[in-house]
């Protein structure tokens, strides 16, 4: 059983520009988190996909958007790349529904250097 | 405001020797705790998790936790630690109607053989 994988592993973007993350739930998984995990911190929440609409969203900027696609896999794409935006980027899946605790997973994260 | 507050930063630690890494949380309603470790190069993984019940859990590679409601705490204890556990770990909270996962800081755990 794959758990939650993402690509691209590494990213080295420039200031300005947009990128794509890519992220694919463990089998069973409806719901994905994206979380920012800047150096030295703790992951932080930015929006949650479930039924393919964004159900929550942290404090991020409208630059920070997602899209859920039927097979449950997810995309974060962020615009107008900022040097803050460098930070290791979580996707955690979880199944939504009756007796579940909706359990985060997380996979290995995508490393976004913006120079 | 929603907080999860992890105290200790940095801690070093001798093999064999006992382990706690503090862990406070703010949060309005019923509450769920994790938590975390990361080891060096590798993915979170999920080390325990309290939901209801006994407010002792316990987790792998024997780490536990206690919850204490009233004073609002999940402190992560090992009586006995190895080089093995050396990683970083992570209190999480999240509750109600949604499973946004709130995360302190992180504790770098350094085990010296």
């Known amino acids: 059983d794959a758990g939650v994988t993402q690509s691209p592993t590494h990213l080295i973007k420039t200031r300005g520009q947009q990128v794509t993350l890519r992220c694919s739930p463990k089998?069973?998984?409806?719901?994905v988190s994206w979380y920012q995990q800047a150096l030295g911190q703790g992951p932080q929440f930015i929006f949650q996909?479930?039924?393919?609409?964004?159900?929550q969203r942290g404090n991020f900027p409208d630059r920070f958007s997602g899209h859920q696609f039927p097979n449950y896999s997810s995309e974060l794409n962020v615009n107008a790349l900022l040097l803050g935006d460098s930070a290791l980027y979580l996707c955690?899946?979880?199944?939504?529904?009756?007796?579940?605790?909706?359990?985060?997973?997380f996979g290995p994260g995508t490393r976004l250097t913006v120079l | 405001a929603q907080s999860v507050s992890q105290h200790n930063h940095h801690v070093i630690l001798s093999e064999a020797a006992s382990l706690e890494l503090g862990c406070n949380y703010s949060?309005?309603?019923?509450?769920?705790l994790f938590w975390y470790v990361q080891y060096p190069g590798q993915h979170l993984q999920l080390l325990l998790k309290?939901?209801?019940?006994?407010?002792l859990v316990k987790g792998i590679k024997g780490f536990e936790a206690e919850f204490i409601k009233s004073k609002f705490s999940f402190n992560l204890r090992k009586p006995s630690v190895q080089w093995s556990d050396t990683a970083e770990y992570f209190c999480?909270?999240?509750?109600?109607?949604?499973?946004?996962?709130?995360f302190g800081t992180g504790t770098l755990l350094a085990v010296q053989p």
């Open positions: 955690a899946s979880s199944y939504t529904g009756v007796g579940s605790y909706n359990e985060q997973f």
């Open positions: 999480a909270v999240n509750g109600g109607a949604t499973n946004k996962l709130i």
């Open positions: 089998s069973g998984h409806d719901t």
């Open positions: 949060y309005g309603g019923t509450v769920n």
């Open positions: 996909y479930y039924e393919e609409e964004e159900r």
């Open positions: 309290y939901f209801s019940g006994d407010p």
